[in-house]
Nanobody, 120 residues
Framework: QVQLVESGGGSVQPGGSLRLSCAAS????????MRWYRQASGKQRELVAA???????NYGDSVKGRFTISRDNAKNTMYLQMNSLKPEDTAVYYC??????????????WGQGTLVTVSS
């Protein structure tokens, strides 16, 4: 099985920065596209950013110019650098990954979520 472990969430003031990490572990043969989602209280889950295995990226309109997604394939780890944070960025952030296991199973895996709170 494959697990995603997220870290880096916390509380920050408006204008501040945080970097989230998502580390994949388990019987991984290949990692494909990885994504960050977020869900604010009372709202639908929203795609924040995505990155392909080759490094191509896409961002949600609300975070363009402020957030940067990256990955280290050797470490099976994805990152989200969040700058110029706003109160409306407050949400639980979830890591998502497509992967192929050593025994050739295709999995879509979710992390447990990490809370980001932006407030004065």
């Amino acid at each position: 099985q494959v697990q995603l472990v997220e870290s880096g969430g916390g509380s920050v003031q408006p204008g501040g920065s945080l970097r989230l990490s998502c580390a994949a572990s388990g019987r991984i043969f290949n990692m494909y596209t990885m994504r960050w989602y977020r869900q604010a209280s009372g709202k639908q889950r929203e795609l924040v950013a995505a990155i392909s295995s080759g490094g191509s990226t896409n961002y949600g309109d609300s975070v363009k110019g402020r957030f940067t997604i990256s990955r280290d394939n050797a470490k099976n780890t994805m990152y989200l650098q969040m700058n110029s944070l706003k109160p409306e960025d407050t949400a639980v952030y979830y890591c998502n990954a497509e992967c192929r296991t050593v025994d050739a199973r295709y999995l879509e895996v979710w992390g447990q979520g990490t809370l980001v709170t932006v407030s004065s």
